[in-house]
């Protein structure tokens, strides 16, 4: 039975918000419709008391092929229709462990955390697309429960769905989700060299090899080099599933 109810866990519960709390919200939106309009990735933010979205921005990745304010006007009904089906398991799975490490980390360092995982959607013609979702709080209520929270949305880097991870903002450690042993682990994350983080840089504006060896002084056989030790530590491809993975784990 499809319940929107399922994606409010209960230890996220809010049931009242104060004056002093709907005060910090003023005109909180406008700086996020900016940021909208100057990025391709999609924005939506979602409101744990009243259950709802409350913005969705009209960036086209995340709509499925309706306008901004149809998918805020389904809210949570549009999870049940366009995410697949294992991949909606996945998301109420990611709602339950996400929340459960929330309530475990200290109130004033809470907002600090984001938890980001990939999931496909399938559009109105049924064709599936990896998208890659970070959420992280807006507002919290005075006894720490997230009110409201934004996601940003971006084309995956990865294969599949899943890769669920919490970043704390200024620390190295990244945890992950082991879905199969259904228990959290950290690792350090990935740290790229200068010249890898360089190479990385000219190639998100487009550069070619070449190009890239030209702007930074080296042969074209260096950043050939470089670029192998970078997909090899990034488990990616080529550059453009680097240059994904590498924006989506906030490493340039």
Request: charged share 30%; proline share 2%.
């Amino acid at each position: 039975m499809e319940d929107i109810n399922d994606f409010f866990h209960f230890k996220n519960t809010v049931n009242n918000i104060s004056n002093d709390e709907h005060k910090q919200t003023a005109n909180y939106l406008e700086p996020i419709k900016a940021f909208a309009r100057t990025t391709y990735k999609s924005i939506y933010v979602i409101d744990y008391h009243k259950k709802e979205f409350e913005y969705v921005s009209d960036n086209p990745l995340f709509l499925c092929g309706h306008t901004a304010q149809e998918v805020k006007e389904m809210g949570y009904a549009f999870y049940f229709k366009y995410v697949i089906k294992p991949d909606l398991d996945l998301l109420l799975k990611i709602n339950t462990v996400g929340f459960d490490f929330f309530d475990k980390i200290p109130l004033e360092e809470r907002k600090n955390h984001t938890i980001s995982y990939d999931y496909c959607l399938k559009n109105q013609e049924g064709k599936k697309i990896l998208i890659n979702q970070k959420l992280t709080p807006l507002f919290l209520t005075k006894d720490g429960k997230i009110w409201k929270s934004i996601c940003i949305i971006s084309l995956s880097a990865e294969h599949n769905s899943g890769n669920i991870k919490i970043y704390k903002k200024g620390d190295n450690k990244v945890f992950k989700y082991d879905l199969e042993g259904d228990f959290w682990t950290n690792t350090e994350k990935i740290k790229l060299t200068s010249r890898e983080k360089e190479i990385l840089q000219y190639s998100t504006r487009g550069y070619t090899i070449n190009e890239v060896a030209e702007a930074i002084f080296v042969s074209p056989d260096t950043v050939k080099f470089h670029r192998r030790k970078l997909f090899e530590k990034l488990e990616v491809v080529n550059i453009s599933e680097a240059i994904a993975h590498a924006t989506n784990n906030k490493l340039i």
